[in-house]
């Protein structure tokens, strides 16, 4: 999985890899590729993790996604009352990147994201479960992602929300800040183009 690939869903041009070194593996470090754009991975770190693992899927910003959330999560916690174990981290962790990285919701575990399924007599019905294959966020499926990691009430859930509600907030932003400068990039890249044609 390659940044080359994620870009192409943005449209963005003018990354050039040795067709030589092994299957056209990258030589350049993802930082170095989006600067032969002109895009800055330092304007938004975490924006282009969030960007990587929902457009590639990419296991190793997955890993740096949860080390920067954590840590954006212990500064929330800081102004939390009482006590809260370990693992009620990772389970905001969890639930955070899971909304921010799937906005249009979870893949449907019923149709397996078709959002049709087969009947007993072999008709094709809408699944009941999804809407087009995504199971939208609600509270419901915050706490259903929530409580695998830290099966709690959902009364105490509603404690923790306030602090996954921030998190939430702060991963769409930084996405929404790299988003913002991909797309400015295009549209400069529109203009030239035209100005040559
Ligand atoms: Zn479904």
């Known amino acids: 999985m390659r940044i080359e690939t994620l870009l192409s869903k943005f449209a963005i041009k003018g990354i050039n890899y040795d067709p030589l070194s092994g299957g056209g593996k990258a030589l350049l470090s993802a930082e170095e590729q989006l600067a032969v754009v002109g895009l800055c991975w330092h304007e938004s770190p975490v924006g282009w993790l969030v960007l990587f693992v929902e457009g590639l899927r990419d296991v190793h910003a997955l890993k740096q996604l949860q080390i920067a959330t954590r840590g954006e999560t212990l500064r929330l916690m800081e102004d939390w009352r009482g006590v809260y174990p370990e ?5 905001l962790c969890a639930t955070a990147i899971a909304e921010a990285t799937q906005q249009n919701g979870q893949v449907c575990p019923e149709c397996d994201g078709a959002g049709k399924v087969l009947s007993k007599c072999n008709h094709q019905r809408k699944c009941q479960c999804c809407k087009n294959g995504r199971i939208e966020w609600t509270q419901e499926t ?3 992602y929530f409580a695998q990691v830290l099966p709690v009430t959902y009364s105490r859930f509603k404690q ?12 769409d932003f930084n996405r929404e800040s790299v988003v913002m400068s991909v797309n400015k990039k295009i549209k ?7 100005m040559f044609n």
């Not at 693992?87 to 389970?91: E, S």
């Not at 923790?160 to 991963?171: A, E, G, R, V």
């Not at 400069?188 to 035209?194: K, T």
């Open 87 to 91: 693992k009620a981290l990772t389970a």
């Open 142 to 144: 915050r706490f259903a």
């Open 160 to 171: 923790y929300y306030k602090i996954l509600n921030k998190l939430t907030h702060w991963l």
């Open 188 to 194: 400069e890249e529109r203009m030239v183009s035209e």
